[in-house]
């Protein structure tokens, strides 16, 4: 695009008034307006054609890949002309929803063919946030037309929660409940490796006897097994309706999604592989199984990309889904929300058949505001009719857990702030007791 500068547009109506004068003084010099117009145009042409053309410029963009939320980095715009490049550039873009850039054009100041221009960018909201479209601006040698091209970068910045945060709080509880180191067991099935033979002793369980061993060298030998430490941990987060209400004005599936982050970083940590799974009225993607701290920024994206969703939870195909998925044995941890009893229903059906296979930790965010209601002083007949109903919301919520925990799945029921130490106790505390 090409256009005419504030200094071409004053030049332009700075002759209307010596036009009009001469005009009325001799007006058989009425002409000298034109002329005077045609100068300027004249110019302007001038201007665009020896001062760099539109098509000699690329834009680029170098811009963080993850961006913490709340968090400020810094973009760079590059721009590279082919041939003599402005002495100065503007530029300016625009983002989607989940990033902000610095207010007003930013200025491009060239050394050669090259200028760069920093630009803050922040976070808004947790998600894929991406740099949409660039306008890069530059006047011509006369400083009377704009030169200006767009281009659409598409550069993806994933928005997700403060990492930085989510490392420091599980180093702390990483240093509180020491991992757990290879110990030696007794017993065996799934999730037991072998160890050694030792000789038996009165203590020795009769099942680990091995005859043939025994037999060989004349004396009662029992095998010794250690505990497999690498099943996976598989974080399994609904992204449905309720579980985008706000919870102590924050979303539940954020603070789900940071409590997810610190359990990956430490189970990471420990050994043990993990993977990210989401999924609302369908399934949204899985990280598959990783291993190592080294590819913990992979789950990070993973869990970052889960959108708000105002669709109601599929439980059926979500963790039907995540079953075919998984080919061993593994501790899925499912964060959700539950609004009433025929959705708690499904949910406690697929539960059950993910525990014919899986060690399953189910994770739910106690409302304390639900509860202060349900505590609330019956002043007046609405209170009362508030606290009837927090009450019953609260009891029917009781009733699944308590049916869930009979069922054999292991429950962390913990208010919104400490849910994620609270998850990090359940998990340590399963390995402690050799269900891993």
């Not at 058989?28 to 110019?43: E, K, R, T």
């Amino acid at each position: 695009m090409i256009y005419p500068t504030r200094r071409a547009i004053i030049l332009a109506a700075a002759g209307a008034p010596v036009s009009l004068l001469v005009g009325l003084i001799a007006p058989g010099y009425w002409v000298s307006v034109a002329a005077w117009l045609a100068l300027v145009i004249g110019l302007i042409m001038v201007d665009a054609l020896i001062g760099p053309a539109r098509g000699a410029a690329t834009v680029v963009v170098t811009a963080p890949t993850v961006l913490g939320m709340g968090a400020q980095e810094t973009a760079v715009f590059r721009a590279v002309f082919d041939r003599a490049a402005p002495r100065q550039a503007q530029i300016t873009a625009q983002t989607n929803g989940r990033l902000s850039l610095a207010p007003g054009p930013a200025i491009l100041r060239f050394a050669g063919a090259t200028g760069e221009a920093d630009v803050a960018l922040s976070s808004v909201r947790r998600g894929e946030g991406e740099i949409l479209t660039l306008w890069l601006r530059w006047q011509g040698v006369l400083g009377l037309v704009w030169m200006q091209i767009r281009e659409a970068p598409h550069r993806k910045v994933i928005v997700a929660p403060d990492v930085q945060a989510v490392k420091s709080r599980a180093m702390i509880l990483f240093a509180r409940d020491a991992q757990q180191g290879v110990k030696l067991q007794r017993d065996t099935g799934e999730g037991s490796e072998f160890h050694a033979l030792r000789e038996v002793d009165g203590a020795t369980d009769p099942r680990v006897i091995d005859w043939k061993q025994s037999a060989r060298h004349g004396t009662l030998l029992g095998k010794e097994f250690r505990t497999d430490r690498n099943h996976p941990v598989v974080l399994a987060v609904d992204t449905g309706r309720a579980m985008c209400e706000p919870l102590l004005g924050q979303p539940r599936v954020d603070r789900a999604i940071n409590a997810a982050l610190l359990l990956a970083y430490v189970s990471l940590k420990c050994g043990d592989p993990a993977g990210a799974f989401g999924f609302d009225a369908r399934p949204r993607g899985f990280s598959g199984i990783v291993s190592g701290p080294a590819a913990f920024p992979r789950l990070q994206r993973q869990l970052a990309s889960l959108d708000y969703s105002q669709e109601e939870t599929n439980y059926t195909l979500g963790l039907t889904q995540l079953g075919v998925s998984l080919r061993r044995r593994s501790l899925v941890v499912v964060f959700t929300d539950f609004a009433d009893s025929t959705t708690a229903e499904l949910m406690v059906e697929n539960l059950t058949r993910l525990l014919r296979r899986h060690v399953v930790l189910f994770v739910v965010m106690r409302d304390e505001e639900l509860e202060s209601l349900a505590r609330a002083e019956p002043v007046d007949a609405a209170a009362v009719s508030r606290a009837v109903t927090a009450r019953g919301l609260l009891k029917s919520r009781e009733v699944v857990i308590t049916r869930l925990a009979r069922l054999g799945v292991h429950v962390v029921d913990a208010p919104a702030p400490r849910i994620g130490s609270a998850l990090i106790g359940a998990y340590l505390d399963l390995k402690r007791k050799d269900l891993l």
